[in-house]
């Protein structure tokens, strides 16, 4: 095993050297990453007491960067909350060649944090992988459609990722202020972020929950107040995402294929023969609806399972009810890389046949719609999606509570217990 390290070692940087330096070369040639440009613009009208939330003024700098993306500029806004003026400030400080280079640098190193804790930091006893799986695993999670897609339109997904997954790597190294620091930024998608609160509950107890509440609350009031004047400015914001985020095309489920939630499955079974009947769109109280169902679950099949569930089904479950219940779309999915660690603790108690499909699962959500469309298939991230809950739902929640033990070893002449000296 020792001489594995090395080699796994090798790979590992191999997998985030090359996502990096493709990062940086969109940064430095390409002018590509259109949503970070949205984001960095919010933050710097932020910064000088502008509101983010005019969508006119974004749209106009949208259209001045991309002039031959019409589509774009029309179909944009800043949505995200207002801790991300605070949490894109340092971008907004610098020029905008120099703060896409940052960017993607914090993308690799986002994307190092993703594989060092799917590489099993959370499995309790993850099963060691045949030396090829070691070297492939991390070439897999940095280098995919999804991870390239993210680089490339400038979206968060992995630096949400990579702070969910350096939380738990603090969580687990005893720093949790750390580590509820680092999960607070997951918060600038806060639809996809909220089951974050009762994870942090139950890994660490109720006050790393309301640690996590209190910062998120605190770092959105600041932010208000350095946009918009006051505290009360998040009320703009609200309004804001009512009125506008579902105007955007890209932002419907009718409309975008790669939308991942229940609404999107059930309104693609059933436009064949029902139309728009069932068209559902998504608000935040749909939403929020859907994570409470989602809990009741959760909480119930680990009550029915008489045991303690994992870290790593414990957080399986959180990021899989993120892209269940949210309306989010397919770079998004990157979030699935962190129940990695719960397949190998599949393997790891025996459960070969679910811990094949819960891969098989995950690495059908790395197919692109371009691959997949002309084979018929156009509903596989949300069905993948939806099995991979009902899976996680029905499989084991402790695996390693159902792992075969090895039998007793017999007793020998060469381990029975030798009479002292003295007595017969």
């Known amino acids: 095993m020792t001489a594995r390290r090395p080699a796994v070692r090798g790979a590992s940087i191999l997998a985030v050297g090359v996502l990096t330096a493709f990062a940086v070369y969109q940064a430095l040639g390409v002018n590509l990453a ?54 894109f400030a340092p971008f907004a400080l610098l020029p905008y060649s120099t703060a896409k280079v940052f960017w993607a640098l914090l993308n690799g190193l986002c994307a190092a944090a993703v594989i060092r804790v799917s590489a099993g930091a959370l499995a309790a006893r993850p099963l060691p992988l045949p030396l090829g799986g070691q070297l492939l695993l991390p070439l897999v999670l940095a280098w995919n459609y999804l991870t390239v897609a993210a680089v490339e339109l400038g979206q968060t997904s992995l630096m949400l990722t990579g702070c969910i997954a350096a939380g738990l790597w603090a969580f687990d190294r005893g720093r949790p202020a750390r580590g509820v620091a680092l999960w607070s930024v997951a918060f600038i998608k806060p639809h996809l972020a909220l089951p974050l609160v009762p994870l942090a509950w139950y890994l660490g107890g109720w006050k790393r929950s309301a640690a996590l509440v209190a910062l998120v609350v605190a770092l959105n009031l600041v932010g208000a107040t350095l946009a918009g004047g006051s505290p009360l400015f998040l009320a703009d914001y609200v309004a804001y995402i009512g009125s506008s985020h579902k105007a955007v095309m890209f932002n419907r489920a009718g409309s975008n294929p790669e939308i991942t939630s229940w609404n999107r499955l059930l309104f693609a079974l059933t436009e064949p023969f029902a139309g728009d009947r069932f068209l559902i769109e998504l608000t935040a109280t749909l939403t929020a609806a859907g994570y409470l169902v989602w809990f009741v679950f959760v909480a119930g099949r680990g009550w029915l399972a008489r045991a303690k569930p994992s870290a790593a089904w414990a957080v399986t479950a959180a990021v899989v009810g993120a892209v269940l219940c949210a309306q989010v779309q397919a770079y998004e999915l990157l979030v699935l890389a962190l129940a990695v660690p719960w397949v190998r603790e599949l393997y790891a108690g025996g459960f070969w046949v679910r811990g094949s499909a819960a891969a098989a699962l995950l690495l059908g959500q790395l197919v692109p719609l371009d691959v997949a469309g002309p084979l018929g298939i156009w509903t596989h991230r949300p069905l993948g999606v939806a099995l991979l809950a009902v899976l996680v739902l029905m499989g084991p929640v402790g695996p390693l509570n159902r792992a075969p033990t090895p039998p007793p070893v017999a007793e020998t002449t060469t381990t029975a217990r030798r009479p002292e000296p003295g007595r017969r």
């Open 34 to 87: 259109p949503d970070f440009f949205i984001y960095r613009a919010g933050a710097e009208m932020g910064l000088r007491r502008e509101s983010p939330y005019d969508g006119a003024k974004i749209r106009a700098r949208v259209a001045d960067q991309y002039p031959e993306e019409p589509i774009l500029s029309a179909e944009c806004g800043f949505f995200l909350p207002p801790q991300a003026v605070l949490v």
